[in-house]
Structure formats: structure tokens, C-alpha cells
């Protein structure tokens, strides 16, 4: 019995996975609000409210990267409704303009990885890094909820 | 009984007759200003003051020419899709013939205040002269001697593409008799002038609530529900509550930053719409900004509609 019980969690574990990698509007959105949280923290960084923090920095620019290079296979075309989701049909009519911001930002966020040693570093390289945020969610991007 | 008949008949036709001429009295643009009323306010537009109410008028989204970045080139066109057609925002570049170069101040300022074209003509309220008529009259002016200084862009828009009634630009005279509120904006003594100037900015050139403010049946802003979030007209997702949800907690900091990056709270940066509104917003000074999160702060809360998509 505790045998079975296992194997059917276990099951069930597994199918969660699958069900969790094959629900890209919720594997986006994830990331997106991972990035947001992340980029809040840069932001008031960049505007003194709270202290600089070399460590944080770069953690919140992993998290930047991993969003900004995972993000661009997570639109396919079964995914433009429900969930949710916030993206707009833009999305799928201009596929290679999107893309290309995500590439763009991934670059500019790789740029500030490997440029950051200390806080002028930062405020020199910060600027770039937000600029990608608000031309992409003016395009592509409509709040929903 | 003929006669009965013929005698109802006749009261009928009567009846269509006199409906259809107070139509068309009520339906008669009425411009807010004669030229001899508008000289007689005798202002000079001050072009440097007139940018600071361009901005916040927000007139590049929908005037600026498509695909290009200027937002002081104001050639028209782009296409603005509404449950009621399309409309194709005109030319108002000072260009003298394709544009509003040739326009006399006072019939800028009549389309401005009161929705009327050139011409004497209705203007669709896409335009939106419902929260424009609440600009001052030295505002106008202002923005009249900027948009003046601004580059002739050759070209027209296509005309618009309106369904049936509106079709007929009269029929827009009885949505002004209806729903138009010609009244202007008196400031309120009971509250601080930075409150006034806030509601000012949202109220009237910013005209927050064309997008904001939830509408009804005939495209009128719900004045009940003022600025408590939207559908937005073009049918893709909604414009954000300011009465309800989290901007609730939202502090004036945080409102003046929104306005000023669009970094939010949960940081989130604006999008859509928005971010054309930040961008302009952020050439106001500060203290216009944060006029405006006070008057937003001082709006009472209210629950989420009830016919709002979840």
C-alpha cells in the first residue's frame, strides 16, 4: 500500500512537472514578475533608496538574464490567450521585432554582468538595462487584471 | 372612420416633424466662442507655456505621424479602433493647407472647447474635447502658439470610418445634448491649490479618464465611476483602476514616480498607453506631478465594477 501510495505521488509529482513546463504563459509570467522584483530592486538602487549592494546587483542581473533569454521561446502560438496572460496579439503579428527586444535586452543586461564592479559602474550601466522594460511593454503589453 | 384615420395621420406626421426639428435645434454644433468673444479675452499665446500644456494634452498619441518617433510631428492617421469604427486623428501640423495652419485661434479653440471643426461642423468626441473643455482659456491659448511653432507636415488623414448613427456627424449633437458637459473646470475653494491644479491636469489636458473612466452604451464616461479603471477602447485589456486595488496603497512618492520612470511599486513599468503618458508627464515639473497624486489620493475608493472583465 505505502508502495502504491508513493508511486502515485511520485506520478503526480512527475505530471506536475510536465503540465508546469507545458503551460508557457505561466512559466512566462513567473519569470516576468522574478524579473520585476528583480529590476525594483536595481531601480531603487540606481535612485539611492535604499544602498548600493554589489552582491544584489548581480543576482538580480542573473535573474534579469535568465528572464530575458528563457523568455522569447515562451510565446509559442497556442499561447496568445488565457492564463491570464497580458500579452497582446502585437506579439505574434511583429514575432521578430519581439524577439529582437529580448535579444537586445539579454545583451544590455549581459553588458552590465560583466561592466558592474562598483556603484559608478552601476548608475553608468543601469540606465541601459531599464530602458528595454518600458518600450517592450508599451508595444506588447496591456494590463489585464 | 376615415377620417380618424387620416386625422391620426396627420398627428403622426406632425409628430415626426416636430421631433425631427428639435433634433436637429438640439443638434446644432454650438461653438464656445464668437471671434469677437475670442479677441475680446484679448490673450497672446505663450508658446513656452503652451509646451507645458502640450505635453500633458498628451497630443502626439494620437496626432504624431505613424512610424516615425517625433513627437512633434503631428501629420495624423494613425488608426484608432473603437466598438463605433474607426477614426483617423487629423492633421495638426501647422502645415496651411493640409493641417490647422490656416485655422484662426478661435476656431482651434472651438474644437478644443467645444468639439467643432472649421467649418462649424461636429468633431467626433475620440477627440477628446469632453475633458479638454475644462482647460482655461489662457491654456488653450498657450497651446495654440506652441502648436504654431511646431513643423507643416504635408498629407491627410483617411476620413473616418463611423457606423450608423454617427455616420452622420449631426448625430453626434445629440450625444453632446446628452452626455456633453460644456461646463469648464471652476476650482473648488475648499480644497489647497495643489489639490486644484492635480484635478486640473487629470481632469482636463490630461484627460485621464477618457481611458480610465469605465463608458456606457453610448460611449459617455460613467461619471459615477470616474477614473475606477476600463476597457480599453480598442478591445485589449484595460486601463488600471485609481479608485480601488493596489493603487490604493500606492503612496504620492509613489504615484510621482509611476509618472515619472513608470517603474510601479511591485516593479512592474507602465505600458501600453501609459507609456507615452509617462514620457510626457516627465516633462512637467515635479510639483504638477505630485498635484496629481494628491488629487488621485483624494478620490474615494470604490470596489471593482461589476461588469468588468475579471
Not at chain 1, 490567450?81 to 535579444?103: C, M, S, V, Y
Not at chain 1, 559608478?120 to 540606465?127: G, I
Not at chain 2, 475653494?189 to 489639490?195: C, I, K, N, R
Request: net charge neutral.
Amino acid at each position: 500500500m505505502k508502495r502504491l501510495v508513493t508511486v502515485v505521488l511520485a506520478l503526480a509529482c512527475g505530471l506536475g512537472a510536465v503540465w508546469a513546463a507545458t503551460d508557457p504563459i505561466a512559466e512566462r509570467r513567473a519569470l516576468m514578475k522574478h524579473d520585476g522584483e528583480a529590476a525594483k530592486k536595481l531601480f531603487d538602487m540606481s535612485k539611492g533608496s535604499i544602498p548600493f549592494d554589489l552582491a544584489a546587483v548581480k543576482e538580480s542581473l542573473a535573474t534579469l538574464n535568465d528572464g530575458a533569454t528563457k523568455s522569447p521561446a515562451l510565446f509559442p502560438d497556442n499561447s496568445k490567450t488565457g492564463g491570464g496572460t497580458a500579452a497582446l496579439p502585437a506579439i505574434w503579428q511583429n514575432k521578430a521585432d519581439f524577439d529582437a527586444r529580448f535579444a537586445q535586452f539579454a545583451k544590455d543586461v549581459q553588458a552590465a554582468q560583466a561592466g558592474i564592479v562598483d556603484e559608478a559602474t552601476f548608475k553608468k550601466f543601469a540606465p541601459t538595462v531599464f530602458q528595454n522594460c518600458g518600450g517592450c511593454h508599451q508595444l506588447y503589453k496591456a494590463k489585464s487584471g | 372612420m376615415k377620417r380618424l384615420v387620416l386625422v391620426l395621420a396627420l398627428m403622426l406626421a406632425l409628430s415626426a416633424v416636430a421631433g425631427g426639428a428639435l433634433a436637429w435645434v438640439l443638434s446644432a454644433p454650438k461653438p464656445r466662442f464668437s471671434a469677437a468673444e475670442w479677441a475680446a479675452l484679448g490673450l497672446k499665446g505663450d508658446a513656452a507655456a503652451g509646451r507645458l500644456v502640450f505635453y500633458p494634452g498628451g497630443c502626439e498619441s494620437c496626432h504624431q505621424s505613424p512610424g516615425q518617433d517625433d513627437p512633434l510631428r503631428l501629420g495624423g492617421g494613425l488608426e484608432l479602433k473603437t466598438p463605433f469604427g474607426s477614426f483617423y486623428p487629423q492633421n495638426i501640423s501647422s502645415d496651411p493647407v493640409d493641417g490647422i495652419g490656416g485655422w484662426a485661434d478661435v476656431d482651434i479653440a472651438n474644437a478644443l472647447l467645444s468639439g467643432v471643426g472649421r467649418d462649424g461642423q461636429h468633431l467626433y468626441p475620440a477627440f477628446p474635447y469632453p475633458s479638454y473643455q475644462r482647460m482655461t482659456p489662457g491654456d488653450v491659448a498657450d497651446l495654440i502658439a506652441f502648436l504654431r511653432t511646431l513643423p507643416g507636415v504635408h498629407g491627410r488623414a483617411p476620413p473616418d470610418n463611423v457606423m450608423f448613427p454617427f455616420s452622420f456627424r449631426r448625430a453626434v449633437g445629440l450625444w453632446k445634448f446628452l452626455f456633453f458637459d460644456n461646463a469648464g473646470l471652476r476650482p473648488d475653494p475648499s480644497q489647497s491649490e495643489q489639490w486644484n491644479r492635480g484635478r486640473y491636469l487629470v481632469e482636463g489636458p490630461g484627460h485621464c479618464g477618457e481611458c480610465h473612466s469605465p463608458r456606457g452604451f453610448l460611449g459617455e464616461t460613467d461619471s459615477s465611476r470616474a477614473l475606477a479603471g476600463a476597457a480599453m477602447p480598442d478591445g485589449h485589456g484595460k486601463s488600471g483602476s485609481l479608485r480601488s486595488g493596489d493603487f490604493l496603497s500606492w503612496t504620492d512618492a509613489d504615484i510621482v514616480e509611476a509618472l515619472t520612470s513608470g517603474f510601479t511599486p511591485a516593479g512592474d513599468v507602465l505600458g501600453g498607453g501609459m507609456t507615452a503618458v509617462v514620457r510626457n508627464l516627465a516633462e512637467l515639473p515635479e510639483p504638477d506631478r505630485l498635484a496629481i497624486a494628491v488629487y488621485l489620493k483624494s478620490l474615494p475608493p470604490l470596489g471593482p465594477s461589476a461588469t468588468a472583465k475579471p
